[in-house]
T-cell receptor, first 113, second 113 residues
Framework: DARVTQTPRHKVTEMGQEVTMRCQPI?????VFWYRQTMMQGLELLAY????????DSGMPKDRFSAEMPDATLATLKIQPSEPRDSAVYFC???????????FGSGTRLTVV | GESVGLHLPTLSVQEGDNSIINCAYS??????FIWYKQESGKGPQFIID?????DKRQGQRVTVLLNKTVKHLSLQIAATQPGDSAVYFC????????????FGAGTRLAVHP
């Protein structure tokens, strides 16, 4: 089965450190989403890309978060500097656009201490 | 980030009964909807989708109903099994400009033997 691969699965870091999360979308998928999941806020949309171009990143705190797709096989989400309130599970999802559904990765569980 | 709701209602059912999970969506311009299942420690898993030009779609043991008049979506699971225990999310694809997928708060389904 084709899958979305996220690395690392778990990350514990100290406040102030840079964190980079990676996502390998399913080959051929042209749409990539980044979500953050917490108990309080549920699944929040942070950013999404189509054909590697960022379409909307209004959900991200711009001062510390950045999302990029350096090529079609890699999407990255970076936090610099990280804060304890960034602790959450971060999911990447990819798809072919509307009507085809979107496939989620297993997530990166981030803990900032 | 964009999300919908903070509270997570729970639906408890007996094994073998039918389950109905409801979702209210907010944007009348949304034209595509997806139900996802999320098990503990995993990413959301696609179950079934429906476009706004339909009011019903059936899959294996699952049926999605869409009522655009009242902006309501439901997921029916027939003969619920213990393996169906999970959190279920509805997601709406907000059309207009660039489509983006926004999730509801989720409903926890607990299946009792």
């Amino acid at each position: 089965d084709a899958r979305v691969t996220q690395t690392p699965r778990h990350k514990v870091t100290e406040m102030g450190q840079e964190v980079t999360m990676r996502c390998q979308p399913i080959l051929g998928h042209n749409t990539v989403f980044w979500y953050r999941q917490t108990m309080m806020q549920g699944l929040e949309l942070l950013a999404y890309f189509r054909n590697r171009a960022p379409l909307d990143d209004s959900g991200m705190p711009k001062d510390r978060f950045s999302a990029e797709m350096p090529d079609a096989t890699l999407a990255t989400l970076k936090i610099q500097p990280s804060e304890p309130r960034d602790s959450a599970v971060y999911f990447c999802a990819s798809g072919l656009g509307q009507s085809y559904g979107y496939t989620f990765g297993s997530g990166t569980r981030l803990t900032v201490v | 980030g964009e999300s919908v709701g903070l509270h997570l209602p729970t639906l408890s059912v007996q094994e073998g009964d039918n389950s109905i999970i409801n979702c209210a969506y907010s944007n009348s311009a949304s034209d595509y909807f997806i139900w996802y299942k999320q098990e503990s420690g995993k990413g959301p898993q696609f179950i079934i989708d429906i476009r706004s030009n339909m009011d019903k779609r059936q899959g294996q043991r699952v049926t999605v109903l869409l009522n655009k008049t009242v902006k309501h979506l439901s997921l029916q699971i027939a003969a619920t099994q213990p393996g169906d225990s999970a959190v279920y999310f509805c997601a709406e694809n907000r059309a207009g400009g660039y489509n983006k997928l926004i999730f509801g708060a989720g409903t926890r389904l607990a299946v009792h033997p």
